[in-house]
Nanobody, 124 residues
Framework: QVQLVESGGGLVQAGGSLRLSCAAS????????MGWFRQAPGKEREFVAA????????DYVDSVKGRFTISRDTAKNTMYLQMNSLKPDDTAVYYC?????????????????WGQGTQVTVSS
């Protein structure tokens, strides 16, 4: 059974930084795509970033390019999202997700496994 557990959310002022973690367990993820999504109140779940667990691919939504970095530590089976220069518009619940590969990596419906989410609030 795949389990994803996020941590690292919190309250930060605009311009600040946070690092989210996603601890993954239950199988070998080497051929998996791992993603970060976010959902603000009243809005649809939005793609933020994705990577192939092997490290061969990373992808970002335009609004976070140059500010967010997705990475993973294979020894710890943990994925990270380093978020710098945070803006109030980044406020949302952030979710990590996993899938066994395929097209449309920015489509949340293409992901099979989800964490419970962690709240990120950026004050102005």
């Amino acid at each position: 059974q795949v389990q994803l557990v996020e941590s690292g959310g919190g309250l930060v002022q605009a311009g600040g930084s946070l690092r989210l973690s996603c601890a993954a367990s239950g199988r070998t993820f080497i051929r998996y795509d791992m993603g970060w999504f976010r959902q603000a109140p009243g809005k649809e779940r939005e793609f933020v970033a994705a990577m192939r667990w092997s490290g061969s691919m990373t992808d970002y939504v335009d609004s976070v390019k140059g500010r967010f970095t997705i990475s993973r530590d294979t020894a710890k089976n943990t994925m990270y999202l380093q978020m710098n220069s945070l803006k109030p518009d980044d406020t949302a619940v952030y979710y990590c997700a996993a899938r066994s590969g395929g097209a449309y990596r920015s489509d949340p419906y293409r992901y099979d496994y989800w964490g419970q989410g962690t709240q990120v609030t950026v004050s102005s």
